[in-house]
């Protein structure tokens, strides 16, 4: 089974970031209020990013990575300007030399 990393963009202009197994069904589960407490408070969402990952445990990586990115770095990933993969094996790299 396929997993997905992605971002949503709430009503507040705010940026969500979670993973998943099926996006179209996330979604809607976002948009109905019972996904996320905190995209329930900023209705309705629309999903601007997504990416699919080798396996669960990769999406669960990459989701909490892009978490730790600035908004700005975020901006440029959902504009395609920086690559998800290349971002992430970056900080692998660090990560290591550490």
């Known amino acids: ?3 997905f990393v992605y971002i949503l963009k709430c009503s507040d202009g705010s940026l969500y970031t979670g993973y998943t ?4 069904k996330r979604l809607k589960s ?4 019972i996904a996320s407490k905190y995209t329930a408070a900023r209705l309705p969402v629309k999903m601007i990013f997504s990416e ?3 396996d669960k445990s990769d999406a669960l990586k990459k ?3 892009i978490k ?3 908004r700005g770095n975020k ?13 992430y094996d970056e900080y692998l790299l660090k990560k290591l030399k550490k």
């Open 1 to 3: 089974m396929s997993s």
């Open 21 to 24: 197994n099926n996006l179209d």
């Open 30 to 33: 976002h948009n109905k209020g």
């Open 52 to 54: 699919k990952c080798r």
């Open 63 to 65: 989701e909490y990575f």
């Open 68 to 70: 730790t990115l600035s």
């Open 75 to 87: 901006i440029k990933l959902i504009n395609k300007n920086l690559s998800l993969q290349d971002l």
